[in-house]
């Protein structure tokens, strides 16, 4: 079945700090690729996605490419800020009938510290 | 546009009882997924729904269900609560066009479910 791992954390930064979490997949065919922000009680706010290999994802200065080759979709930030502090939870989404669902990676808790 | 919309908010039962959530999607939107998010399981798919039929169901025993309604509004039923229930549960909407998975789901606020 499908799965997706991403490191877990906690992340620590400083405030303008350059941000990776690193997100891999396994998946049959051609999933599409999601990274969704939860911030303390609130649902799950999509930040940004990619349909296809090699595609760029960004929003809000985040970014994430679809890789193919190596299975992956890292998400990066160059410049930290304190309201980035959240849990990003990578995720993708089959594109075999039946398998429509959302799969999540456990969630990476980020702490900016100013 | 609205955002998709959860109701209640906070719930607490006894172990034995039963739930209704409820969840109104985004204007338009015609497929709904629901999904338990508990701090040792993570998030995990319950159920969707497209067109007042279930489309797809997750590894969860019968005693959770679900249903939509002809205006693509939904509501998830948990009977015979568990201490293990106890979760945040998760609606989302999506379009649903053209098969789906390149569609983006957009997810409500959740309900706080707590089963003492």
């Known amino acids: 079945g499908n799965s997706v791992t991403q490191m877990e954390g906690p992340v620590t930064l400083s405030e303008e700090a350059f941000l990776t979490i690193n997100c891999t997949y396994t998946?049959?065919?051609?999933?599409?690729l999601f990274w969704y922000v939860q911030y303390p009680g609130e649902g799950l706010q999509l930040l940004l996605k990619a349909t296809k290999a090699d595609d760029k994802g960004s929003n809000k200065g985040f970014e994430a490419t679809y890789r193919k080759e190596t299975t992956s979709f890292h998400l990066e930030k160059g410049s930290v800020q304190v309201s980035d502090s959240a849990v990003y939870f990578c995720a993708l989404r089959g594109s075999g009938a039946g398998s429509y669902q959302l799969t999540f990676g456990k969630g990476t808790k980020l702490s900016v510290i100013p | 546009k609205a955002g998709v919309t959860q109701t209640p908010r906070y719930l607490i039962k006894t172990r034995g009882q039963q739930v209704t959530l409820s969840c109104s999607p985004i204007s338009g939107h015609r497929s709904v997924s629901w999904y338990q998010q508990t701090p040792g399981q993570g998030l995990q798919f319950l159920f969707e729904?497209?067109?007042?039929?279930?489309?797809n169901k997750g590894n969860f025993p019968g005693r959770f269900s679900g249903r939509q309604f002809s205006n693509s509004r939904s509501e998830m039923n948990v009977s015979t609560l568990e201490l293990g229930d106890s979760a945040l549960y998760l609606c989302?909407?999506?379009?649903?066009?053209?098969?789906?998975?390149?569609?983006?789901?957009?997810f409500g606020p959740g309900t706080r479910l707590t089963v003492l």
């Open positions: 998946a049959t065919g051609y999933p599409s």
């Open positions: 989302a909407s999506s379009l649903a066009e053209g098969g789906g998975y390149t569609d983006t789901q957009y």
């Open positions: 729904y497209f067109s007042e039929t279930q489309r």
